[in-house]
C-alpha cells in the first residue's frame, strides 16, 4: 500500500469521526469508502461505531469477486459504492449519512404540490460545494435496487443523492470533496429551516 493510500484511509476515518461530531450519522451508521485501484475498495465495516474507528478496522474489498479482508463484514451499502464508482469515472470517494434536516426538509416538500427542490437557493455553498443534487426513490437500505438508483443518479451528473427518510449519498475526487458536499447540503438545510421559521 502507498503513502498516498494510507493518506486516504486515514482521512476516511477523520470523516467518519466527523460526520458523528457533527450529528450526520449516529455511531454505527453511515459509511464510507475510497478507491484503492481498478479492481479495490477500503470501506468501513458494518456495526462499527464509527466515532471510534481506526484505519485497520477498514474492510478491503473486491469490487469484481465480492471477496473481502479483514477483521469485520463490510457496509451493507457495499453495493451502492461499488457501483458508483464503475459508472462515475472521477469518484475516488464516497460517503453516506443521515443529515436529519436534509432529511425533514425533503420529506417535507415531496409531500407538498409543489415538490420543490428546497436547496436550490442560490447559496455560494450549493454552486461550489454541492453541485447537482438528486431525490432518489427510497428502496429499501442495502438493496440492489437502491445501490442501483444511487449510482445511476450520481451517474447521470450528481453530486450528492437524497434517499427519503433514509439520507445521502456523495462522491468526490478526494474524501474532503465528499465530504464538503454532504456538509454543505445540511448548512444548505439549515438556512432553509431558518428562511421559513422567519416567514411564520
Known amino acids: 500500500m502507498t503513502s498516498s493510500e494510507e493518506g486516504e484511509l486515514g482521512k476516511l476515518v477523520l470523516a467518519m469521526r466527523e460526520l458523528f461530531q457533527l450529528g450526520l450519522i449516529n455511531p454505527r451508521g453511515g459509511n464510507g469508502s475510497v478507491l484503492l485501484d481498478e479492481r479495490h475498495i477500503a470501506i468501513t465495516p458494518s456495526g462499527v461505531a464509527k466515532q471510534w474507528l481506526k484505519v485497520e478496522d477498514l474492510v478491503i474489498y473486491d469490487m469484481e469477486t465480492g471477496e473481502f479482508r479483514g477483521r469485520f463484514k463490510p457496509s451493507i451499502e457495499v453495493n451502492a459504492h461499488v457501483l458508483t464508482y464503475k459508472k462515475v469515472k472521477e469518484a475516488r470517494a464516497v460517503l453516506h449519512a443521515h443529515p436529519p434536516l436534509v432529511l425533514a426538509l425533503t420529506d417535507r416538500f415531496t409531500k ?25 426513490e427510497p428502496f429499501q437500505p442495502g438493496s440492489v435496487e437502491l445501490a442501483e438508483e444511487v449510482s445511476s443518479k450520481l451517474a447521470s451528473g450528481a453530486r450528492i443523492v437524497i434517499v427519503p427518510k433514509h439520507g445521502v449519498f456523495a462522491w468526490g475526487r478526494t474524501v474532503e470533496e465528499a465530504m464538503d458536499a454532504v456538509v454543505a447540503l445540511e448548512l444548505v438545510a439549515k438556512y432553509v429551516l431558518a428562511r421559513l421559521v422567519s416567514v411564520k
Not at 117 to 132: A, D, M, P
Open 112 to 136: 407538498s404540490k409543489s415538490r420543490r427542490r428546497w436547496w436550490e437557493t442560490g447559496l455560494v455553498e450549493v454552486e461550489y460545494s454541492v453541485g447537482r443534487a438528486e431525490i432518489a
